[in-house]
């Protein structure tokens, strides 16, 4: 079964800086997502990035990118430039590729980054 | 395109009580997942639907739960016998099966369950 590990309970950062978060995982599948998601004080999850394991090139969306270590399972997330309005908990799913698959995302129990003025 | 709407948002029951819950997708969207989120933990999965056809369910899914997506277009959870165990956020996401399988999920806003 895979699992998805978030070692970060907590981070913080202050506005403008950067900051990375991280997220292992382990699966014995060669093909297959993974996501950051991010989930804002009671408001809804909503997608940062996901990434394509088949693609080398690291997934980027503006100030989201990734460092995606297929051999070492090792997924992160960094955040530029941060803004107060990154404050939330953000999520790394994992999800198998293929049809075949139920297509269910996999998370870890979550990072609460905190962002300082 | 609205979204996945949830209702209710917030429900507070006495245990034992049945409680249901709704979810609308994306309208062109064929698979709901269903997930629980207890506090401080990431969401887990329960079970899916591809149009009205339900083809997983997780073990967390004891036979007091029972899900329902008739006509492919929104779903309902239900809770029977309810159980202070019970008590979390209960998460929808719809998604467009498509060729690559990698389709985003896109969430609602949960609904959070008190069960006193």
């Known amino acids: 079964a895979q699992t998805v590990t978030q070692s970060q309970p907590e981070m913080s950062v202050q506005e403008a800086e950067t900051v990375t978060l991280s997220c292992t995982y382990d699966?014995?599948?060669?093909?297959?997502?993974l996501f950051w998601y991010k989930q804002p004080p009671s408001r809804q999850m909503i997608l940062v990035i996901r990434q394509e394991a088949y693609k080398q090139q690291n997934a980027t969306e503006n100030r989201f990118s990734v460092n995606f270590q297929k051999a070492a399972k090792s997924f992160s997330l960094k955040i530029s430039d941060s803004q107060l309005g990154d404050a939330a908990m953000y999520f790394c799913?994992?999800?198998?590729?293929?049809?075949?698959?139920?297509?269910?995302?996999?998370f870890g129990k979550g990072t609460k980054l905190s962002v300082k003025p | 395109d609205t979204g996945v709407s949830q209702d209710p948002r917030h429900k507070i029951t006495k245990r034992g009580q049945n409680v249901t819950f709704r979810c609308d997708p994306i309208?062109?969207?064929?698979?709901l997942y269903w997930y629980r989120q207890t506090l401080g933990q990431g969401p887990e999965f329960l079970t899916y639907f591809q149009n009205e056809a339900q083809l997983e369910k997780s073990r967390l899914l004891s036979d007091r739960f029972s899900a329902e997506r008739p006509k492919g277009s929104f779903s309902t959870l239900e809770i029977q016998r309810t159980e202070q165990g019970d008590s979390a956020m209960y998460l929808c996401?719809?998604?467009?099966?498509?060729?690559?399988?990698?389709?985003?999920?896109?969430f609602g806003p949960g609904t959070r369950l008190l069960v006193l």
């Open positions: 996401a719809s998604t467009s099966l498509g060729p690559t399988g990698g389709e985003t999920q896109y």
């Open positions: 309208s062109e969207h064929n698979r």
């Open positions: 699966t014995s599948e060669s093909d297959y997502y």
């Open positions: 799913a994992y999800r198998s590729r293929g049809g075949g698959s139920q297509g269910n995302l996999i």
